[in-house]
Structure formats: C-alpha cells, structure tokens
C-alpha cells in the first residue's frame, strides 16, 4: 500500500565529503510540541519499515523483534533531540553515534537512501513546512556525520 505525500514542499539534500562534520543545529523545539512524543514515534516507525524495503536494509536487524528494539531506540533519541525528556541516555548512554555505527559501512548512497526514507515519512506529517525544514535540516547534515565509507 503506497501512502500519498501530504506535503509538496521539495526537501534538498546537502552533499558533504566523506569525513566533514558540518555544523548541526537541532530541531525547532515546536516540532516535538506540535508532533507529540507519538507523532515522533509513528514517523520513526514509518521511517524503519521505508528503510526495510530499500537498498540498506542489510543494514538494519532482520528479526521483528530486534527491528522494533531499533525502532525504539532511534524514536528515543530523536524525541531527545527534539528537546523532549532523554530516553535515549536514560536507556542507552551517551549517543556517541559515530562510534554506535563504526561497525556499518555508511557510503554517501546509503545516507541518500536513509534521507529519502525519512523525506517520505516527515512529508507524511502534518506539521507547518518550517517545522518539516527544521527537522530536514538537522538530520541534512546529522547524517553526513554517520558517512564512513567510501
């Protein structure tokens, strides 16, 4: 079943070198007022079941189980980053993600794949277009920091 875009807004994708880490500046805090912890919930969730039919899904757990534990934790930490309460390091530590996906080859093809799953699932929401841009702007350049592989 295909879900039809909600928004029209064009989200663009910055394209960075191998190894750069540009500056990050987080979400608005109006986007975790406006999406709720739930909202943020569903569009991680939506976001996993893109990735799991994409051309990185090997690099996600195969099993139901352990898929939805990554569903979990990676919600967590983009409520966190939202502004909302710190699930992720109540429950897993610091983020350190860099290092959490060292053992990943993460190619810049991967995170155009990764981005164009989550373009799909926040163009899902119903939020303002400037809360969407602010989210889009900070997982833009988050993800350029996960690149490790040429």
Not at 35 to 55: A, F, Q, T
Not at 110 to 119: A, H
Request: aromatic content about 12%.
């Amino acid at each position: 079943m295909s879900i039809k875009f909600i928004q029209t807004m064009e989200l663009k994708e910055n394209t960075y070198p191998l190894g750069a880490r540009p500056d990050v500046t987080k979400p608005h805090p109006d986007f975790l007022k406006e999406l709720g912890e739930e909202g943020i919930r569903k569009m991680v969730s939506r976001h996993y079941d893109l990735m799991r039919e994409s051309g990185i899904s090997h690099l996600f757990p195969p099993t139901d189980d352990e898929f939805e534990k990554a569903k979990l934790r990676s919600s967590d930490f983009m409520i966190q980053i939202c502004g909302g309460p710190e699930y992720f390091n109540q429950n897993r530590g610091r983020p350190m993600l860099i290092n959490r996906h060292a053992p990943f080859a993460i190619t810049a093809e991967g995170r155009e794949i990764w981005l164009s799953c989550y373009k799909q699932a926040l163009l899902e929401t119903k939020l303002p277009e400037h809360l969407i841009e602010s989210f889009w702007n900070y997982i833009n350049v988050f993800s350029a920091w996960m690149m490790n592989t040429k």
